[in-house]
């Protein structure tokens, strides 16, 4: 038997994973981003649904993250979240609708294809552990930085 030197280039297939990192890298967005971390913090059990939990770990200190729903009509439920907000430091993310706050938060059946058939409204939801560091928490706590800096100048 001989011995054939077959070379191959390395250096094309390197290349090649470089430029298909740069496709997926499109610009997300905040809404976007705010979807996978509930996604994240959800499945490392560490969000908080509906405003006993909220409360309660808002109160405790062990909240990172707020989100409360526009449409929520109960003004007083509002007053509260926000009041225990500002007293813990926890930045407030403001959701159109509460049933695509609901959808996010896992409280939704899906069809089998994947699309949503019936969502439970909810107006408040608090992160208390973002579970793995990604691109999505990475936009999304820039988003809220550029918030607080707006908001104090």
Known sequence: MAEENVEVPTEEVEEVEEEEVEEVEVEMSVLDALKEVL???????????????????LDRRSARL???????????????IRALCAEGDVSVVMVDAGKDLGAWC????????????KAVRT????????????????????????QADAGEE
């Open 39 to 57: 996604k994240k913090s959800l499945m490392h059990d560490g969000l908080k649904k509906g405003l006993h939990e909220c409360a309660k770990a």
């Open 66 to 80: 707020c989100c409360l729903a526009k449409d929520c009509e109960n003004e007083e439920y509002k007053k509260l």
């Open 106 to 117: 896992g409280l939704a059946k899906l069809d089998e294809d994947g699309t949503i058939k």
């Open 123 to 146: 107006s408040c939801a608090v992160i208390t552990e973002f579970g793995e560091e990604g691109r999505a928490l990475t936009v999304l706590l820039d988003y809220l930085k550029k």
